[in-house]
């Protein structure tokens, strides 16, 4: 049980921001010496490390959040394109590598959930530039999406999914506020845990 600084349960719903590649620093959640990481206004983040397996990494978000451990979840890495920043609005069923569909059964196509126009208003508010892409680079960015949203049970509410890319060249202070920026607009979307999840 999580308390909030007056000792009674803090039912602030909790966001994961998950940069997927280890190898990736595009930002640290644990901003100064408190040790403590960065909370999006009504919200709480998960600060979810990367994994050098995909595979892996898309097992342990989706039990996540089928474990109600967050309701939401923030995916972040870079993009293959020059520019803006890019809000990727789906992911395709396809295999990390090689050809073929990864899910025979699933769907061709599985969308995201963020809130991508809010995302998209927002950043534009903070100065950054940024555009919503319908096309799903080729890399394991785009695996685990699709993988999280396809996996998901059904009897889960639908939880905020959303992928954030990063282009070549960004400052440091330009990311930060991109990922902050994109987190709590997701996180402003979100309904306070319910009273028998924090009992």
């Known amino acids: ?13 909790v966001i994961a921001i998950c940069v997927w ?43 996540q959040l089928a474990r ?3 309701s939401a979840l923030l995916l972040v890495g870079r993009t293959s394109h020059a520019g803006a920043f890019r809000v990727q609005m789906r992911a395709e069923n396809r295999r990390l590598g090689e050809a073929g569909r990864l899910d025979s ?31 799903a680079e ?9 993988r ?4 998901l049970p059904d009897s889960l509410n639908s939880p905020s999914i959303g992928l954030l890319r990063i282009p070549d060249g960004e400052s440091e202070g330009t990311v930060r506020t ?10 402003r979307r979100l309904a306070p845990l319910p009273r028998s999840s924090v009992a």
């Open 178 to 187: 991109a990922v902050k920026t994109a987190a709590s607009a997701m996180a």
């Open 105 to 135: 059964t699933g769907p061709g196509v599985a969308r995201v959930t963020a809130p991508v126009a809010d995302i998209l208003r927002d950043l534009a508010t903070a100065g950054v530039s940024a555009v919503a892409a319908s096309d």
């Open 21 to 63: 590649s280890p190898f990736y620093r595009a930002w640290d959640p644990i901003e100064d010496l408190s040790g403590e990481p960065w909370n999006p206004p009504g919200a709480r983040t998960l600060a979810t490390p990367g994994d050098a397996s995909p595979d892996a990494l898309a097992e342990r978000l989706t039990e």
């Open 148 to 151: 999280v949203l396809a996996d």
């Open 138 to 146: 080729e890399d394991a960015g785009s695996y685990i999406l699709y």
């Open 68 to 70: 109600g451990e967050c």
């Open 1 to 13: 049980m999580d308390l909030d600084s007056s000792g009674r349960p803090d039912r602030r719903p």
